[in-house]
Structure formats: C-alpha cells, structure tokens
C-alpha cells in the first residue's frame, strides 16, 4: 500500500475517533447511551428537615404578577410571601390563601398560593415564606423581546432528569414551558412531594407554566376524581385568562402570547375548551404580541409508533383554529422522543400553517421511543430517541432561534437547531385583526 493512502486511512480512522469523542451523530442514527436507573428520593426527610416552607415554585399571574407556591407540613404557617429587590430587606407583603387534598390514604401537607406585584421586568426580586427564611430568589421576565424559553417535557424523576435539569440550568432563560408529565407519581401521591423538591431549585428561580398529560389524571372510578394533585400543586392563570378550568388556559410575556390547552378535558367543537380557545385567539393583538405559540401534549404530528394518532381527535376539531389565527409554534409532549417538522397544515406541508415540535424527552423512568415509521413523512425534519431540552429565544418581532439539546453522556449537545421566521414577519398574518376575530368569534 502506498505511503499516502496509508495516511489517508490513518486520518480517516482519526477522525472517526474524535467524532465519537465529541457525540456528532445525529438524528435517527445515534446510538443513546442505555437507560437510568429512577431517582430514590426519602419521602420522610421532607417533614424531617423542612420544617416551613418546601417544594417551592413560581408562575405567571397576569400582567407583571407572579404567583408562589409551597407547602408546609403544618397548617399552623400563614400564607405570606415577603418581598423585595435587596437581599434580606422585604418592604413588601401579600397573603394567598391555602388548600390540600385526600387520595385515598393519602393527606397532602397544606398547599399555600399566593400572588405578588406588580413586579418590575426584568428584576431579581428576594423573598421568603411564612415569615421566616430561607430566602429564595427569582427574576422577572422581560417585557419586551428578546425573550428566552426553555422547553421540556414528560420530565419524571430519574437520573436523566436530573442530567436535564442541570443543562436546563446552563441556559439563560426567562420561562420555563411544560407540555404535561410532570412527576410521574403515577396514584403514588408521595412523588407529587419528591418531584416538588427535585424541582424547588430551579422552579424556586423562574416561572415554570405547565399543561396536563396523562400521568397528570390519576382517577380511579368510583374513588377518586382526576387530577387532583395537578389542580392543587400547579395553579395555572386560568382565571386570569377567562378559562374557566386549570386544565387550559393562555398568558401573554414579553411579545408572545402563550396558549396552554388541555389534551385529557374535552376538545370537541361544543366543549368548553373549544369556545375558550377561539375567544382567546380572537383577542390577540398581533401588533402587541407577534409571536403566537401552543402548548399541549399529545402531538399533532408524530412520525414515532409510540402513541401514533392519539392526538388527531383533538387535531381534527381545533387544528382549523389554530391555523387560522396564525400560530406561529406547536409544542408538545407524550412522545419520548424529539421531533421537528416542517410548517404544516392537515398533513401537507403549508407555509402558513404551525411548526410542531414533539419534546417528551426530559427524562422519565418509561425510557426511550426508538422506532419511526418509514419513510419519514415529507412534513417531518429531524427526529431522534434521545433524552434533552429545548431553548426558544425569540429575538424580535420576526424572528427566534429554536435549539434542541441532548443529553449524551451527561454532556449537553446541540442536536437540531434551526432559524423560524414568524407567521407575521413571513405576510401569512394578513387580514385586519378585526376580520381575524369575526371569523374566529363566528358560530
């Protein structure tokens, strides 16, 4: 063999070495690393240690508010939240009110909400609960772009949650979204109380916004009603939004209008949720809120065999909807798997229609969707079996930066990422704002 082909393979053999090394293979070829093992977090030390305030998270409330909520062992703390911009000095108080829940043996500890503002944007704020320490921080989201999300889906509690928690950590964003599964307490209502502290550090930090899914239901015929721990835990804006359930509701940060909607309550065309969401939509100021994205969790579009066509019900009733108001972005969850298509409308590639990200991949203990069905359908980009997060940064008015970002080997790769122009910045949004709303407003 000559001298020069023989450095040929030597460099080619070289680089197929540092490839691996640096985790390059993307897509439906990467090989994931194996499955991890659930976390085994002490239910017990919670009420050994805490003794106040835990399981601490924040959400958005309405034009500069921002809801706290924890739980306390006892019923005996008052439901006060002290707040300032100066660490240890709170000038400020506001009082929420509390509740819990019975599941079949289980007491939930008590379960306190309480709604601070108005909040200057952008701002790191100090405060702490029932009058006493720790103190916690958080920062306001910003009222005008840019404006980062961070997106993560069907988290669970394994140690690939926590590797995405970590990465989720890295990223400077300003709130969270959930598309559903959160805890995977799965009837075993002592992991609604591991996952809130799991959670606490990050959730203490930023706004997380969640919708249901179906780990979310938990209702045994006769026993028990649905989603109770979710309704107790995880006080969404849904009055604030006009809707009148927790299961759907919508939210306005920055320049984006956000709407959450329910894929486990009814959807159909004379369903509460349906007359919500097209009054929602016909109240969207584009020129206020140019961005205009949709959170659910059983996917649209779905290219895996796993949970194939669970979601086309909802799609058939409200898909018309949401494409005629224009919605820029459609995120969901379900699916243990990342996937991204074109934008789309009634299966075929329409570049007025939605993109639709599938993100179910934060980390549950069901492990990995691996198969697809093939050939990959003409609407469908990039789709992969892997564990990760995503970041939206919207950065004006027209246009945002989607990343997809696995989790291999405990490092943070950036797998897919991808430039969107918005429906509005492309001229698909064309018609006045008052036609938009009579034809989303008429019968």
């Not at 200057?120 to 029932?130: A, E, G, K, M």
């Not at 069907?154 to 590797?163: F, K, M």
């Not at 990223?171 to 598309?179: A, K, R």
């Not at 972005?329 to 991204?340: D, K, S």
Request: glycine residues 8%; hydrophobic residues 35%; contains cysteine.
């Amino acid at each position: 063999m000559e001298l020069g082909s023989v450095i040929l393979l030597l460099f080619l053999f070289s680089s197929a070495i540092n490839a691996t090394k640096r985790d390059v293979s993307f897509g439906e070829d990467y090989v994931r690393p194996r499955a991890r093992k659930a976390l085994a977090i002490p239910w017990q030390s919670n009420k050994d240690t805490s003794n106040g305030p835990h399981q601490v998270h924040i959400s958005l409330a309405g034009e500069n508010q921002m809801r706290v909520t924890w739980i306390t062992d006892s019923s005996s703390y008052p439901s006060t939240v002290q707040y300032g911009t100066t660490p240890g000095t709170y000038p400020y108080t506001s009082t929420g009110d509390t509740t819990s829940y019975s599941y079949l043996l289980y007491t939930s500890g008590t379960i306190h909400h309480a709604t601070i503002g108005p909040l200057v944007p952008n701002t790191t704020y100090y405060y702490r609960l029932s009058n006493q320490g720790p103190e916690f921080k958080f920062k306001s989201p910003q009222n005008e772009f840019p404006i980062t999300f961070a997106v993560v889906g069907d988290l669970g509690q394994t140690d690939w949650t926590t590797s995405t928690l970590a990465h989720i950590k890295k990223c400077d964003y300003d709130v969270l979204l959930l598309p559903g599964d959160l805890s995977y307490a799965d009837y075993q209502q002592r992991l609604w109380d591991t996952f809130g502290d799991l959670v606490q550090p990050l959730a203490s930090e930023r706004p997380w916004m969640v919708t249901e899914g179906n780990h979310e239901k938990e209702r045994i015929w006769v026993l028990e009603s649905g989603f109770q721990a979710y309704n107790s835990r995880w006080k969404m804006p849904y009055e604030e939004s006009g809707s009148s359930s927790n299961l759907y509701y919508s939210f306005d940060v920055a320049g984006v209008h956000v709407v959450m909607l329910g894929s486990y309550t009814d959807y159909d065309e004379g369903s509460d949720q349906y007359a919500w969401l097209k009054s929602d939509l016909a109240r969207v100021d584009r020129d206020k809120t140019p961005w205009l994205i949709v959170v659910l969790h059983a996917p649209w579009y779905n290219s895996n065999w796993a949970h194939h066509g669970e979601g086309d019900a909802m799609m058939a009733s409200m898909e018309p909807l949401l494409y005629g108001a224009g919605v820029d972005l459609v995120l969901a969850g379900h699916v243990h798997a990342y996937e991204r298509s074109k934008r789309v409308y009634k299966g075929k590639v329409d570049s007025c229609g939605p993109m639709h990200i599938t993100i179910g991949d934060g980390g549950n203990r069901e492990g990995l969707a691996r198969r697809y069905h093939n050939p990959k359908p003409s609407w469908s980009v990039f789709r992969e079996a892997s564990f990760g997060h995503g970041e939206l940064q919207i950065v004006n008015s027209t246009h945002a930066f989607w990343s997809w970002h696995r989790n291999g080997d405990d490092e943070l790769v950036t797998s897919d990422d991808v430039w969107i122009t918005s429906l509005v910045g492309s001229g698909c949004i064309m018609k006045p704002s008052h036609e938009l709303r009579k034809i989303l407003m008429s019968p």
